[in-house]
């Protein structure tokens, strides 16, 4: 019996981890732009932070979570929370005011596994720490914007406020008043946190809940003046750097600790799966995670639906892998030679293979093929007597002869210049 990988745990095979790579290079490449510096967090963390920050009645926290109760640890079914728990713990905000962080990694939640919903899944998470002007909010958009453009998707922007801690109660009591004299035609979920968090039935799936809302009171009505304000200057400062953007009243997202400016990058793509991206303000998270009266303003990225819209928006091929040269060895003799010969490339940061089967010449050239080999050289016993092989170019099948004239050391070099016309050696040996 052949054992398999768990049901929503995924492997990423060679040919898809090229299209992470790019994914995650470009990623790094904005990010760092925009000031920030990478954080790593261990996956394991105590089950606490997470009830504390998320919140006991969210789907995360009610259903989704990887918990071993025993040890009272859970997977991290986010980065936020890791991310601000080492941030508190390292006191980070003495060193520097504003802190601008990313972390890139897998996250657990026990989800039904589907097409873009894994239970073991990865997200590229940034943070901005210390500063709650609206400017913040739409820098942060603007590089979501970049990051998504420059890997060719079109996805859109929708954002909401969820107010603060001075309008949210008022608006919580309009919002239960309306839903509970309907409370018949809300689904099951949705009735059970009418009390806990009847917020979440604004952006409940659920047809009855959808068309139930519609006419519910709008939270952008019920903002106090700072927030309007604030509001109003997140979207002054996305028209200025020119983000496309549409409101949305019934975005909530599934996390307690949002306040003031969420949003979510959708695309109507992936099936039910619409958002590739979302995050939001956090104003009051940090300290009542014990940490000093910070804000902060964070978004995440799920790097399967990147993966997935790029195969299906953009016709990028997916970047193949090549190697450099491919030493083909016939004979005890040669494949002792080619396999120093072979290190010392490598150790001149060439990407050289070879093969110590001793197959035939056509089945070690068939595999220089499929590692898509740029170049060949072939090496038996009689080209060690004389001292010369055949380097064969793989793309025009055009062959010289390559002298194994001097040390090997020499070799390798000369053969560096070749296939690298960059480390071409001048007349005195120096490799310039
Ligand atoms: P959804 O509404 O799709 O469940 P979410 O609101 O739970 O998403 P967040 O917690 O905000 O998602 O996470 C941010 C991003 O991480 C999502 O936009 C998505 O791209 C990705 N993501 C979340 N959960 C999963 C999952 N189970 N599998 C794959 N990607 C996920
Ligand atoms: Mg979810």
């Known amino acids: ?14 040919e898809a981890a090229l299209r992470w790579q790019q994914i995650e290079q470009k990623a790094r490449d904005i990010f760092e732009r925009f000031g920030m510096c990478e954080i790593r967090m261990p996956i394991l963390e105590k089950t606490e932070l997470f009830s504390r920050s998320i919140g006991e009645a969210t789907d995360i926290v009610e259903k989704e979570m990887y918990s071993f109760s025993d040890k009272g640890i859970t997977m991290r079914p986010e980065a936020t929370a890791s991310l601000l728990r080492a941030f508190i713990e390292h006191g980070l905000h003495v060193q520097q005011p504003v802190q601008r962080l990313y972390t890139i990694g897998p996250m657990f939640r026990h989800e039904r596994p589907q097409k873009g919903r894994l239970r073991q899944f990865h997200q590229m998470d940034v943070e901005i720490i210390g500063a ?33 801690p001075a309008c949210r109660p008022d608006f919580r009591v309009k919002l239960i008043t309306y839903l509970e ?38 939270i952008l009505d019920s903002l106090c003046n700072d927030c309007n304000t604030h509001f109003a200057g997140v979207e002054h400062s996305l028209n200025l750097l020119g983000v496309t953007y549409s409101k949305n009243r019934f975005m909530v997202r599934g996390l307690d600790y949002y306040t003031r400016t969420t949003f979510e990058f959708i695309t109507d793509d992936l099936g039910a799966q619409s958002a590739v991206g979302a995050g939001g303000r956090y104003d009051g998270l940090i300290e009542q995670l014990g940490g000093p009266p910070l804000p902060g303003i964070g978004f995440a990225m799920g790097m399967e639906r990147l993966a997935l819209l790029m195969d299906q928006q953009t016709d990028s091929t997916i970047p193949k892998s090549s190697t450099d040269i491919f030493i083909a060895a016939l004979g005890d003799e040669a494949t002792e030679y080619s396999s120093m010969l072979t290190h010392k490339l490598r150790t001149l940061e060439l990407k050289a293979a070879m093969d110590y089967s001793g197959r035939s010449l056509k089945a070690q050239m068939k595999q220089a093929g499929r590692i898509n080999s740029r170049f060949a050289l072939i090496i038996g016993e ?28 020499e070799q390798a070099e ?9 480390f071409r050696i001048t007349e005195d040996n120096v490799i310039i």
Not at 1 to 14: E, R
């Open 181 to 218: 004299a309907r409370k018949e035609s809300l689904c099951e979920d949705c009735r059970r946190r009418l009390a806990t968090n009847p917020l979440r039935a604004l952006d409940c799936k659920s047809r009855g809940c959808k068309a139930l809302v519609q006419d519910a009171p709008s």
């Open 414 to 422: 000369r053969l560096r210049s070749i296939i690298k016309p960059e």
């Open 382 to 409: 009689n080209e060690l007597v004389e001292k010369q092989a055949v380097l064969r170019n793989m793309q025009t099948q055009e062959q010289v002869t390559f002298s194994l004239n001097e040390i090997i050391d």
């Open 1 to 14: 019996m052949k054992i398999k990988a768990i049901n929503g745990f995924k492997d990423i095979l060679p």
């Open 132 to 164: 709650t002007e609206p400017q913040v909010d739409a820098e942060l958009m603007a590089m979501g914007q970049m990051l998504l453009n420059d890997l060719g998707l079109t996805v859109s922007l929708e954002i909401n406020s969820l107010g603060c």
